[in-house]
T-cell receptor, first 111, second 114 residues
Framework: GQQVMQIPQYQHVQEGEDFTTYCNSS?????IQWYKQRPGGHPVFLIQ?????EVKKQKRLTFQFGEAKKNSSLHITATQTTDVGTYFC???????????FGTGTRLQVTL | NAGVTQTPKFQVLKTGQSMTLQCAQD?????MYWYRQDPGMGLRLIYY???????DKGEVPNGYNVSRLNKREFSLRLESAAPSQTSVYFC?????????????FGAGSRLTVL
């Protein structure tokens, strides 16, 4: 079945440093979504990428979808303590009913 | 504007006991889902319901049953709980947001099986 892996599993940065998490799928995806889960909370939708090579930005967050539509990345510029949480990618090879989540990257930010 | 509501938030069971996790959404979404979250494993789909009256197995359905009671409600039942089912369970529903079919999650139910 479809597998989605994320690296790193955990990253600890100083506030102001950049952060990147990478997502790799075993199969070609039709779209990829990113979610953020704050500690003790539930996943919250951030963005969806659909096109090959697509890049989208949300303030300090930059999302990319690979040319082959099998990988994606999330880059945070100048992290803040409010960025703390676990970031999940979730890929679909067809319908949203088959959305497969990655293993997640937990980000810790300290002053 | 509740979104997705799950009950209970916490539950402790003994091995072999049964229980039902309840989920309701007020967003008029057709599709609903149950995920479990374990450390290092991400979110794994247990069952989903694409529309009222239909249910399908996800990645890890063994040991669970579901009921789509109506368009709003989707329950998850553990008939005979096992320690391997200790996890955080999330219910979600999906609807369109800026052209994307987006999952909205409930707050989660933390289940411990002793």
């Amino acid at each position: 079945g479809q597998q989605v892996m994320q690296i790193p599993q955990y990253q600890h940065v100083q506030e102001g440093e950049d952060f990147t998490t990478y997502c790799n799928s075993s199969t070609t995806l039709s779209n990829i979504q990113w979610y953020k889960q704050r500690p003790g909370g539930h996943p919250v939708f951030l963005i969806q990428l659909v096109k090959s090579g697509e890049v989208k930005k949300q303030k300090r967050l930059t999302f990319q979808f690979g040319e082959a539509k099998k990988n994606s990345s999330l880059h945070i510029t100048a992290t803040q303590t409010t960025d703390v949480g676990t970031y999940f990618c979730a890929g679909s090879a067809g319908t949203a009913s088959k959305l497969t989540f990655g293993t997640g990257t937990r980000l810790q930010v300290t002053l | 504007n509740a979104g997705v509501t799950q009950t209970p938030k916490f539950q402790v069971l003994k091995t072999g006991q049964s229980m039902t996790l309840q989920c309701a959404q007020d967003m008029n979404h057709n599709s609903m889902y149950w995920y479990r979250q374990d450390p290092g494993m991400g979110l794994r789909l247990i069952y989903y319901s694409a529309s009222e009256g239909t249910t399908d197995k996800g990645e890890v359905p063994n040991g669970y049953n579901v009921s789509r009671l109506n368009k709003r409600e989707f329950s998850l039942r553990l008939e005979s709980a096992a320690p391997s089912q200790t996890s955080v369970y999330f219910c979600a529903s999906s609807g369109t947001h800026s052209g994307a079919n987006v999952l909205t999650f409930g707050a989660g139910s933390r289940l411990t099986v002793l």
